[in-house]
């Protein structure tokens, strides 16, 4: 009965989303997960992407060496995470297919079809190795059931930037499908974000789930890179994607910077929207060459001005956010979580964050 209220308030809240009032995001707080727990042994660590079902959190690990997913329940009181219980993990093991074998699992997102007791996600794979992007499907034992057909402008690899593909996922408000979205733009469609504004467009595509196929694609403008150079690396792009009403986003861009250590992030939260006027790029093989307009947007919130209410005042490698509870004053929350690359690179954080919703 709890999980069925929970549920019966967001679709209140999504509807009131519907209403013509204007989405805002306010900070609520902070968690930050010790870096040594550890399930089944294997670390927690990774956290690639969320999505909320049936009480339960599921995280996918971003290993390659051994691509997982957890369950978790998340405690919440008086606009806190007082907890993270981190229930069971699950490998992906090739059963009676070589699926996992065969393709490089860089897993970046996952989310869960309740209807038909599935779990969705999305991998990069290796472009420098000549490993395809993929989104696949499998039980919630991690068996592979099936494989989606990506369009065509997702399948020359040689037009793909390496680790800059298939990066977020959401499902879609109106059941039948769910939209992915991409990191980084594809070759011939932009150059990837600078220090000046330039063409950097990257696409989001619609796939139903019964035809297992895209029908409808979209630009979405990268941001230009607001810090100053301090290292080699200079990037930004989507790590992250949430359909709230029909057509509708949180769209998570996350600039990483060399030479600033622990604080080479910027985090910022857009809403973006598909109008009538937005243009369906599904068959256009070159945004370079083509007119088109692009998904309209509007920053929510910008992590470079929360440092004080941040731990350490840093904002981590964020590539994940789902629904999170309904607050106590009836008010939607979103959950971030941050990748912490397993420490590889220096100090990260597992981060997670609450933002509420106020609707204006």
């Known amino acids: 009965m709890k999980v069925n209220l929970i549920f019966l308030l967001l679709i209140v809240n999504l509807y009131s989303c ?19 727990v550890s399930l089944k042994g294997t670390i927690i660590g990774g956290l690639s992407g969320v999505d909320y079902s049936n009480g339960f959190y599921y995280f996918v690990i971003d290993d390659a060496n051994n691509p997982r997913f957890v369950k978790a329940i998340i405690n919440i009181d008086k606009r ?37 007791k599935q779990i969705n996600f999305s991998t ?17 034992s991690g068996n592979f059931i099936t494989e989606y057909e990506l369009p065509e402008s997702l399948q020359n690899l040689k037009n793909i930037k390496h680790n800059g593909v298939l990066e977020g996922s959401s499902k879609s408000i109106d059941k039948k499908g769910f939209w992915s979205i991409m990191e980084a ?32 694609q979209f630009a979405y403008q990268l941001e230009q890179i607001t810090k100053p150079s301090k290292g080699t690396v200079n990037l930004n792009g989507v790590t992250a994607i949430l359909e709230y009403d029909k057509n509708k986003f949180f769209i998570i861009e996350r600039t990483y910077q060399s030479g600033y250590g622990a604080y080479g ?6 809403d973006a929207e598909v109008t009538q006027e937005t243009s369906n790029i599904l068959n256009v093989k070159s945004l370079k060459e083509t007119s ?16 004080d209410k941040l731990t350490e005042g840093i904002i981590d490698n964020i590539e994940g956010v789902t629904f999170g509870p309904v607050l106590e004053n009836g008010n939607q929350s979103l ?3 941050s990748d912490d690359n397993f420490q590889v690179y ?4 597992n981060q997670f964050i609450l933002l509420e919703i106020v609707r204006e």
């Open 346 to 349: 220096g100090k990260q954080l």
């Open 335 to 337: 959950l971030l979580v």
């Open 18 to 36: 519907s209403t013509g009032k204007k989405n805002n995001l306010q900070f609520v707080s902070e968690f930050v997960l010790k870096d040594s």
């Open 185 to 216: 733009p594809l070759k011939n469609d932009g150059v990837e974000p600078t220090f000046t504004k330039t063409q950097s467009p990257v696409r989001i595509t619609y796939y139903n789930t019964e035809t297992k196929r895209a029908t409808k």
């Open 124 to 140: 990069e794979g290796s472009i420098r190795r000549g490993s395809k992007p993929s989104i696949f499907t499998t039980d919630f």
């Open 265 to 270: 992030n910027i985090v910022r939260v857009f």
């Open 80 to 116: 806190k995470i007082t907890s993270i219980n981190f229930k069971d993990v699950i490998f992906l093991n090739d059963s009676i297919t070589n699926f996992y074998k065969e393709n490089s699992l860089d897993l970046e997102s996952i989310f869960v079809d309740e209807e038909k």
């Open 292 to 307: 088109y307009l692009p998904l309209k947007k509007r920053l929510l919130i910008n992590f470079e001005d929360l440092k």
